[in-house]
């Protein structure tokens, strides 16, 4: 079982460029979502998604793209990078019944904006 | 914006001692979450306290919620150097946007 995989771990990107992070999960978990981690600050939403098919923004959702054709994957597209995306980037999924579960995040992919 | 707000940013403590940290938050929720974070690592999930919970324990932990006064603390006896990490407070107002406040910083030393 290995719960929430985020690739790649590390990144580094030109300002312009574009590119797609991946998250998968295995736990058949409903709800999935992205998060930007910032230096002293707590995580904040991007996008969220309740179900394949299904997406929304969260607070910061800005010069990003999500969609959810699976129940397992929820990939985070940058469509031109730029130097205030550089972050860590987190994926978190969940049961749709937060009543009783926390969620599951994955290991973090740095990305560095350059 | 963020919903909660963790207190104190900081706190050291000595191996054995006990360590408390507080969260506020400022809209009604239906649970509330408390998450720890090794350095360089992803979040992992300690305790959830629905809303119309008062007190909950999990091994070391022990977590109250306050709807009244908006507030939950989370008590961890008996440190360990291992519980040196990022403690963090997530609220779940029943939105799908669980928010989360930025942190308070455990070092527990030897």
């Known amino acids: 079982n290995a719960g929430v995989t985020q690739t790649p771990k590390f990144q580094v990107l030109k300002t312009g460029q574009s590119m797609t992070l991946q998250c998968a999960q295995d736990m058949n978990h409903e709800y999935m979502s992205w998060y930007r981690q910032d230096p002293g600050m707590g995580l904040r939403l991007i996008h969220y998604?309740?179900?394949?098919?299904?997406?929304d923004q969260g607070e910061v959702p800005n010069g990003y793209n999500v969609s959810r054709s699976t129940t397992e994957d929820f990939p985070l597209r940058l469509l031109s990078a730029a130097p205030s995306q550089t972050s860590v980037y987190f994926c978190?999924?969940?049961?749709?019944?937060?009543?009783?579960?926390?969620?599951?995040f994955g290991s973090g992919t740095r990305l560095t904006v350059v | 914006s963020q919903q909660g707000e963790e207190d104190p940013q900081a706190l050291s403590i000595q191996e054995g001692e006990n360590a408390t940290m507080n969260c506020s938050y400022k809209?009604?929720?239906?649970?509330l979450q408390w998450y720890r974070q090794n350095s360089g690592r992803g979040l992992v999930h300690l305790i959830l306290i629905r809303s119309n919970e008062r007190e909950k324990h999990s091994g070391r932990l022990r977590v109250t919620l306050d709807t009244s006064k908006k507030s939950s603390s989370l008590l961890i006896t008996a440190s360990r150097a291992a519980d040196t990490a990022s403690y963090f407070c997530a609220t779940d107002a029943g939105d799908y946007k669980l928010s989360f406040g930025a942190g308070t910083t455990v070092t527990v030393r030897a």
């Open positions: 978190a999924s969940s049961y749709s019944n937060r009543e009783f579960y926390g969620y599951t």
């Open positions: 998604s309740v179900g394949a098919g299904i997406t």
């Open positions: 809209t009604s929720i239906n649970n």
